[in-house]
């Protein structure tokens, strides 16, 4: 690609059919919004300065939701037509020579890859413009691409001005166009709201470029699948489901081993290394990256989290925010709820939550327990029914313990508190005091045995 390309993504409808309060281009499809997979894709053909949002309906949501990538924008406050849409920001983007390129909101499916050769046909001739086109089964509702002798695109017909000839024709306009911007915005100002609809209508362009004596090309997807707009939500769970396809399939070319690939999520942002094995209705999701050789159990949800190498997340495991090193095993049924640190080698075990806390390597909390706000030592060992006080109503504290501690089964820690290295907690203690390295701290109330009590209360029952 050596010429520059300025991108337009049509974003300013409400999309009636979503039947939502929600303006369409925010619904989420493979993890994201429509419009920032959008946005995404065309970040890879022009830098941020070249892109631009046109947006209307909810346009402040529109906005905050893609502006972190840097894009621009311009307002449709009245939509009247996808030609309106793009005349709304005549001003700047007429400054911009090279291709003016043409996206929709609510097309997310689309690759970078098609539109590099739709811009490539584009540069390789001298056509004021390439479209990009489908042939469908049954193309109901889109514009009839017709050609001419030539196979040069004499015009696009939309449904309702179609004749029955022009209804026949299977070839339907998509609506992504790479257009010579110099000639377009030298002729933008001829296209008229002379339609049953009023609106002012992009494809008009075709005609209108065809009588200056121009030609356009059009170039068909390989797969119509890619190009799939989304109008309802019936819609828009077939493109969730093709991003998933399509991210798993990519994961196991990849070298990822995917046990039922049809019931597993994994979000567009993540990242798995080789030899991994996600097991079946996981989801994977946000900005997660797992490393080699890992295990990520049946229906675990893992969020926003970082997973070094051969970590193992058991089965209905849920993990937030977190980071888990080298070696560490967590779950089956555990939750690391947010910010946690699992160090290398370290196991969570089943029922187990942690909150803000960091185990040290080789920790070990292996059943029923919940560590809030605390930092656990390496090689601790932290008993059964384990409870951190972490929150006194009205503020969280921390609980430290040191390295190689144990703290018995189903002790009490009251925060602020801090456990030395080495110590020793007896079971069922409850712990309110610091306790220094390699002391032992007994919480709890002595075991009286009285000898004999239970048989003399038999006994009394028979008299
Ligand atoms: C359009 C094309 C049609 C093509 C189809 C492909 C025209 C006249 N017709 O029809 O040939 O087959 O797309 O999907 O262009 N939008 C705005 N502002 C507006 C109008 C639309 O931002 O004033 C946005 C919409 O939010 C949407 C996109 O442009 O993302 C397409 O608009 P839509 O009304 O759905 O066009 P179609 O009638 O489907
Ligand atoms: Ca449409």
């Given at each position: 690609m050596q010429t520059p390309v300025t991108i337009v993504i049509l974003a300013a409808g409400l999309g009636t059919r979503m039947k939502s309060r929600k303006a369409k281009v925010l619904h989420r499809a493979g993890g994201k919004t429509l419009v920032e997979?959008?946005?995404?894709?065309?970040l890879q053909l022009a830098p941020a300065e070249r892109v631009f949002v046109v947006v209307g309906h909810q346009a402040e949501e529109v906005r905050q939701t893609v502006s972190p990538q840097g894009v621009r924008?311009?307002?449709?406050?009245?939509?009247?037509?996808?030609?309106h849409a793009v005349l709304v920001g005549r001003e700047q983007l007429a400054t911009l020579g090279g291709y003016l390129v043409i996206l929709y909101g609510d097309c997310?499916?689309?690759?970078?890859?098609?539109?590099?050769?739709?811009?490539?046909?584009?540069?390789?001739?001298?056509?004021?413009?390439?479209?990009?086109?489908?042939?469908?089964?049954?193309?109901?509702?889109?514009g009839r691409v017709i050609r001419d002798a030539r196979g040069h695109v004499a015009a696009i017909v939309e449904q309702k001005a179609a004749s029955p000839e022009?209804?026949?024709?299977?070839?339907?306009?998509?609506?992504?166009?790479?257009?010579?911007?110099?000639?377009?915005?030298?002729?933008?100002?001829?296209?008229?709201?002379?339609?049953?609809?009023?609106?002012?209508?992009?494809?008009?362009?075709?005609?209108?470029?065809?009588?200056?004596?121009?030609?356009?090309?059009?170039?068909?997807?390989?797969?119509?699948?890619?190009?799939?707009?989304?109008?309802?939500?019936?819609?828009?769970?077939?493109?969730?489901?093709?991003?998933?396809?399509?991210?798993?399939?990519?994961?196991?070319?990849?070298?990822?081993?995917?046990?039922?690939?049809?019931?597993?999520?994994?979000?567009?942002?993540?990242?798995?290394?080789?030899d991994s094995v996600v097991e079946p209705f996981a989801q994977i999701l946000g900005n997660t990256k797992i490393g080699e050789n890992c295990r990520i159990g049946a229906c675990a949800i893992v969020r926003d989290s970082e997973l070094a190498d051969e970590v193992e997340i058991g089965p209905f495991t849920m993990v937030g925010?977190?980071?888990?090193?080298?070696?560490?095993?967590?779950?089956?049924?555990?939750?690391?709820?947010?910010?946690?640190?699992?160090?290398?080698?370290?196991?969570?075990?089943?029922?187990?939550?942690?909150?803000?806390?960091?185990?040290?390597?080789?920790?070990?909390?292996?059943?029923?327990?919940?560590?809030?706000d605390a930092q656990i030592g390496a090689a601790s060992n932290i008993g059964a029914g384990t409870i951190t006080c972490?929150?006194?109503?009205?503020?969280?504290?921390?609980?430290?313990?040191?390295?190689?501690?144990?703290?018995?089964?189903?002790?009490?820690?009251?925060?602020?508190?801090?456990?030395?290295?080495?110590?020793?907690?007896?079971?069922?203690?409850?712990?309110?005091?610091?306790?220094?390295?390699?002391?032992?701290?007994?919480?709890?109330a002595r075991q009286t045995v009285k000898p004999d009590w239970a048989r003399k209360r038999r006994q009394l029952g028979k008299k």
């Open positions: 997979h959008v946005v995404d894709t065309a924008f311009f307002e449709q406050r009245e939509q009247k037509g996808t030609g997310p499916l689309l690759r970078a890859e098609t539109l590099r050769s739709l811009i490539a046909r584009a540069e390789g001739g001298s056509a004021a413009g390439v479209l990009l086109t489908a042939l469908m089964e049954d193309p109901t509702g889109y022009q209804l026949a024709v299977r070839e339907a306009n998509m609506g992504i166009y790479c257009l010579r911007a110099d000639l377009f915005w030298k002729h933008a100002g001829e296209i008229r709201p002379d339609n049953p609809a009023h609106e002012y209508y992009l494809t008009d362009m075709v005609e209108i470029l065809n009588r200056a004596g121009h030609y356009l090309e059009a170039i068909q997807v390989a797969d119509a699948k890619e190009v799939l707009g989304i109008n309802n939500r019936q819609e828009l769970a077939e493109v969730d489901r093709l991003f998933r396809d399509r991210k798993v399939r990519e994961l196991m070319l990849g070298g990822v081993t995917i046990e039922k690939p049809e019931t597993v999520t994994v979000d567009a942002g993540v990242t798995i290394g080789m925010t977190s980071r888990v090193e080298r070696g560490a095993h967590v779950g089956p049924f555990a939750r690391l709820r947010l910010e946690n640190e699992v160090g290398p080698g370290a196991h969570v075990g089943n029922f187990v939550e942690l909150k803000k806390a960091r185990m040290g390597a080789g920790a070990k909390a292996n059943h029923l327990a919940y560590l809030g972490n929150y006194d109503g009205t503020l969280k504290h921390v609980t430290r313990i040191g390295e190689r501690a144990f703290v018995g089964s189903n002790s009490t820690l009251v925060a602020p508190v801090e456990i030395g290295d080495g110590a020793y907690l007896a079971a069922g203690s409850v712990i309110t005091e610091p306790v220094p390295a390699d002391a032992l701290a007994l919480g709890r």
